[in-house]
């Protein structure tokens, strides 16, 4: 009789595995690491396989990410890249509203301000944490439950499937707040959106519409994600409906504006925010994965995520030191007014007074820092 799948693993697999993992599957708090039966495409378990789903979790601050929690990840994606029993990771965050807004702006502003020698280390694990995710040996697709900004949007982009819904905006903060967009989005922007996208959205730092980054190819997919009655909606505060404006100009996935963008806005603070289209999606894209050999998938993604690797790996290291010596100026001006600030006075400096102090070849000092940040 011819022996079954089962029979043949009973009798070649080793008895006892050797541990690959540097680490316990225990990770810090602040992320979340578990492991969750896989599904067949016709949505059966897969019994014995699973999708490691990462968590950030820190609604409160946005889920930024703290120095603690920058280890977490590290130890996250390489227990979920060693696991012979892991098929994907989903990389996500706790509630609706954020995804991830990058680095803790008020550890920023709170330690590492004027101190570059700290950032500099700190600098070590974030550029580790993104290697990470382009080192996993296992497919990882970000689950987009919320806005995606400044190293969210970076440590996103590290990932090789988006999927999104809809309420979701996606942006950079850098310039804004004392920093550059180098842990990641100048490397992976130009090679996913194109040069001139990637310029608009890594120096004016406006935020762009889940519609629009799917339009531009940072996401595969978008799912609605607001209900209004019952039933869901796109969301009400970007164009939808319309290409092309009257100029031929395209509008679909711009934000509306005026009145049109205010009936929006209370249109999702009267709905309910709904995930399970997203949940749906992130699950019909792992089982699509699952559906493949896995050491062709892993050589697979090891080729395609060249050109974002390539491009982080010859800047990472000069980013890293640069990052650590801005903390000395514009970094520790721009973090403590974000930090220190409030909607009230403001969260930025006041940039042309910077730009007029300059230009006269003021030096900084710590006068002059105080002095630009806007007090609460
Ligand atoms: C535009 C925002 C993302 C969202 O704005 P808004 O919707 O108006 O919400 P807020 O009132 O601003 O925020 C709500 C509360 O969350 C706190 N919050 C938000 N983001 C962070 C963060 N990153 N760290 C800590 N806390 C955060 C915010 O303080 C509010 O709490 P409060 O108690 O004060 O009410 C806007 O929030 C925003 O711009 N956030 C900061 C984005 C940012 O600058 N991120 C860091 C970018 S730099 C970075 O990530 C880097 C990575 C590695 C390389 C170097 C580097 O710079």
Known sequence: MKASTNDIVQETAPKQ?????????????????????????????AEGVYNAWITLDNPKQFNSYTTDMTKG?????????????????????VGDKAFCTGGNTKEYAEYYAGNPQEYRQYMRLFNDMVSAILGCDKPVICRVNGMRIGGGQEIGMAA??????????????????????????????????????????????????????????????IVPALKVDGKFIPNPTVVTDTYLDEFGRVVHGEFKT??????????????????????????????????????????????????????????????????????????????????????????EIDF?????????????????IEDLIPKA
């Open 160 to 221: 090789d499937f988006t999927v999104a819904q809809d309420l979701a905006n996606f942006g950079q903060a850098g310039p804004k707040h004392g920093s550059a967009a180098i842990g990641g989005a100048t490397d992976f922007l130009p090679v996913m959106i194109g040069c001139e996208q990637a310029m608009v959205s890594g120096t004016l730092c406006e935020p762009f519409s889940a519609h629009k980054a799917n339009r531009l190819g940072i996401c595969c997919e």
């Open 352 to 368: 042309v007074a910077l730009r007029q102090a300059l230009a006269q070849g003021a030096p900084w000092t710590p006068e002059l």
């Open 73 to 93: 990840l590290i130890l996250a994606f390489r227990a979920a890249s060693n696991s012979r029993d892991v098929n994907a990771v989903i990389f996500t965050a």
């Open 258 to 347: 005026g009145d049109a963008f205010k009936t929006g806005k209370d249109l999702i603070k009267q709905g309910e925010i709904d995930l399970s289209l997203l949940d749906e999606r992130v699950e019909a894209l792992a089982s699509k994965l699952l559906e493949t050999f896995p050491e062709c998938m892993t050589k697979s993604l090891e080729e395609l995520r060249k050109p974002k690797l390539n491009a982080w790996n010859a800047n990472k290291e000069n980013s890293r030191a640069w990052l650590a010596l801005n903390m000395m100026n514009e970094a520790r001006t721009g973090f403590r007014a974000f930090n220190e600030g409030n909607r009230e006075v403001g969260r």
């Open 17 to 45: 595995l050797n541990d690959h993992n540097l680490v316990p599957e225990q990770i810090v708090p602040g992320v979340l690491y578990e492991k969750r039966p896989a599904k067949r495409l016709d949505g059966s378990i």
